[in-house]
């Protein structure tokens, strides 16, 4: 696939997400809840986020929320970012389906040259990906999204908990790239500070493991940087993998 046209410079609105609420992080019970205040009052939220979040849910850290009642709801508040290095972190994997379908949208010509159209959450065999990339010339590419909320220094890391999951994507686009398929991983990073991308072997040594197979393999991997102000998300052009995977 051809390098993507866009400069790094630029900084492009993607996608609209106004935040309900500021509020002050307390802690987190579960996997799935957070405990935030607000005015006096303890409330609860729904983290829609696989991962630990290390450095955005801390106690007594700025959180951004959206109010998103429904009758089957536990809550009516969700997570949308934490504060790090004095910017907001988009961190709800609710959100990357409708953000990464708005990108390409907009602008998939410029990320992915050549490319024509895309399914979402196409089926092979008995598995089902993110996408599927028809390009104007050559095969089409199977795609598998992350999403990115760590960072240490200027480095984005991949994953911030173990993965299994991670872990069988990049299996199943191994398997494809070793069946004559084009496939890739998109990876989108929310950190500003980044300049590369790595996985987080410290965290999941497997995963790194299988990230490295795959690029040895020709498994493509992009990773778009965004950021998000708390109205809107913004790309501001690709990070380069770190040279040491």
């Known amino acids: 696939m051809k390098h993507s046209s866009l400069r790094d ?4 609105a993607v996608f609209d997400l106004p935040a309900d609420l500021e509020a002050t992080f307390v802690r987190r019970p579960n996997r799935f809840l957070a405990l ?5 009052r303890l409330l609860e939220a729904h983290v829609h986020d696989p991962g630990r979040l290390p450095d955005l849910l801390l106690p007594g850290k700025k959180i951004l929320l959206k109010y998103c009642p429904g009758p089957k709801r536990r809550t009516s508040w969700s997570l949308l970012a934490g504060e790090a290095c004095g910017h907001w972190v988009f961190a709800n994997s609710g959100y990357h389906r409708r953000l990464s379908e708005k990108m390409l949208s907009l602008l ?14 196409p089926r092979l065999g008995n598995t089902r990906l993110d996408y599927l990339f028809e390009m104007e010339e050559g095969p089409p590419v199977y795609v598998e999204i992350k999403g990115c909320t760590w960072a240490k220094g200027a480095c984005a890391l991949f994953p911030d908990a173990p993965t299994t999951r991670g872990q069988r994507h990049l299996r199943h686009l191994l398997e494809l790239k070793e069946k004559g398929f084009k496939a890739l991983l998109w990876v989108l990073c929310f950190r500003k500070e980044a300049s590369c991308f790595r996985p987080a072997h410290e965290i999941d040594p497997e995963f790194a493991r299988l990230l490295e197979e795959a690029v040895e393999k020709g498994v493509e991997v992009k990773v778009s940087k965004l950021c998000y102000d708390g109205k809107k998300i913004y790309l501001h052009g690709e990070l380069p ?4 995977l």
Not at 36 to 40: A, P, Q, S, V, Y
Not at 108 to 121: D, I, Q
């Open 108 to 121: 998939g010509e410029e990320l992915f040259p050549g490319l024509k159209s895309f399914v979402a959450e």
């Open 9 to 12: 410079s630029e900084r492009i």
């Open 36 to 40: 935030f205040e607000k005015d006096g």
């Open 241 to 244: 993998l770190c040279r040491k």
